[in-house]
């Protein structure tokens, strides 16, 4: 499991460890490993030539000690400092002593052209809101060049607690990030501006609850359901799908062949597209009597394709079972209805429908999307997945959010979210709890989309289908 931590804890643990360690020490291990890293993406150290942009502070002071090694190597290394008269002592002391030189900022574009590889260490952790605008014209010349970027710590620019981006910032190909990483380079949109993101130990101790959680392929084969030598259909879990209307039949369709690739012993539908669904999955249990007569579930599917179908969406959440609520039952579903359930209740929104939600625009959500996802939470009371190209995971209980980017661009299709609802209901009526369900659910959905897709246009059939391969790779069968 990938784990994220906050600037202040961050900036606590390395208190406790500088005090532990010769001056110094600390910014030496982090400049070893930053430089190691630019040496692997360089691949021939000697004779290249080499950026570093140095604003003030330990950041720079990083990105100066890594520059001095590199330039001990053969190359070429020029420091442009953004600020000269705060530009880390020590740091800048070793980089001539290594060779390297310093220009100044009249001269920053055309090194820049001319760089194999720049290092972005203007901003360090603690930067708020865009670049200034002094290094606007940096950003876009490093944009424009065919050098690789690399950023210390984190992009600059972008905000390393919330993954906000509030002006212009740095792109990276490569981010060098020490201890531990932090939300923001896990977190779209900021994500997206720190390329490979690559972790080097400099020994900080940290909490063991961290502010995200990222799962990998161990954390959710833990997590997936497999049964035993006596299990039956019941105790495999059952789960019942509410979906679909006579203008959306495909939406039950779909959900049902999620929920019957998920783990559970059965799949109960409920709704008039009980016809579409026997007819493609003859396997399913099928009723015409609404969720109360549907027969017994562990754990209810409700929303997708709903249309304006308000009382099967009020009906299923009175039920004292885990509840997942997606699409149109979001649309549907009263607050104060989901606030007062005993049992789990798993939201699924995407940015469009979070924004509805919250009485917001949907670009707010898109550039804010941790605290989005957290406000859902705690106002309806529920555990919240909050869909997207990081799907993130919010209980209402507070705690450390999820953050899942197995997915791809591909997977922005209709009915790919009637999948993933399925499936992640299959796994509530396996047992799971609400955060690990929508985290499972979301890790296999994103991954069977990558194998579906391989590249080229995929329908959401295609990703359900794909779910059992992704299930086997998680379980390295």
């Not at 500088?18 to 000697?46: F, H, I, K, S």
């Not at 003030?56 to 001095?68: E, F, P, T």
């Not at 059952?238 to 690739?261: E, Q």
């Not at 299923?316 to 209740?345: F, I, N």
């Amino acid at each position: 499991m990938r784990t994220a931590y906050s600037v202040e804890t961050v900036r606590a643990a390395e208190r406790e460890l500088m005090a532990r360690l010769p001056e110094g020490a600390l910014m030496q291990r982090a400049a070893a490993g930053l430089a190691a890293a630019c040496a692997d993406l360089l691949g021939r150290v000697y004779g290249r030539r080499v950026v570093l942009l140095v604003g003030s502070g330990d950041n720079g002071g990083d990105a100066l000690y890594a520059g001095a090694r590199l330039a001990r190597r053969g190359a070429g290394v020029t420091a442009v400092l953004l600020s000269a008269e705060r530009a880390h002592g020590g740091g800048l002391a070793a980089l001539r002593r290594a060779g390297g030189s310093v220009a100044g900022s009249d001269a920053a574009e055309r090194l820049i052209e001319r760089a194999d590889l720049v290092m972005d260490g203007i901003v360090g952790i603690g930067g708020k809101g865009g670049l200034r605008a002094g290094a606007v014209p940096l950003a876009a010349a490093a944009e424009r060049s065919r050098a690789a970027v690399v950023a210390v710590d984190l992009p600059s620019g972008v905000d390393v607690d919330t993954g906000e981006v509030r002006g212009v910032a740095m792109r990276a190909d490569l981010t060098v990030t020490f201890g531990t990483h932090k939300p923001g380079l896990l977190i779209d949109p900021a994500r997206e501006y720190a390329g490979s993101v690559r972790l080097v130990d400099i020994g900080l101790e940290l909490p063991v609850e961290a502010e995200l959680e990222a799962l990998q392929h161990v954390d959710v084969a833990r997590l997936l359901p497999v049964p035993q030598v006596e299990s039956d259909k019941y105790r495999r879990g059952v789960v019942g799908i509410a979906a679909g209307s006579g203008r959306y039949p495909g939406a039950a369709v779909l959900a049902v062949a999620g929920a019957l690739r998920g783990g559970a012993g059965a799949v109960r539908y409920v709704g008039p597209a009980g016809d579409a669904v026997i007819a493609r999955y003859p396997e399913t249990l099928v009723s015409d009597q609404g969720p109360k007569r549907a027969g017994r579930v562990q754990a209810w599917v409700v929303g997708p394709g709903a249309g304006d179908d308000a009382a099967t969406v009020a009906e299923v959440l009175r039920a004292e079972v885990p509840v997942l609520v997606d699409a149109d039952g979001l649309r549907l579903a009263e607050v104060e209805a989901v606030r007062g359930r005993t049992a789990p209740t798993l939201m699924t929104p995407h940015a469009g429908e979070a924004a509805a939600l919250l009485g917001v625009d949907r670009g707010e959500v898109e550039g804010a999307r941790l605290a989005a996802v957290r406000e859902l939470a705690r106002r309806y009371g529920a555990t919240v997945l909050l869909k997207g190209s990081t799907t993130l995971v919010a209980d209402s209980g507070g705690g450390a959010v999820r953050v899942n980017s197995t997915g791809t661009g591909w997977l922005a299709t209709a009915g790919s979210g009637d999948v993933l609802s399925g499936l992640t209901g299959s796994l509530l009526a396996a047992g799971l709890s609400a955060v690990d369900a929508g985290s499972a659910g979301a890790y296999v959905h994103g991954l069977a989309g990558r194998f579906a897709a391989d590249g080229a246009p995929v329908g959401a059939q295609d990703v359900a289908g794909a779910v059992v391969r992704a299930w086997r790779d998680v379980r390295g069968e």
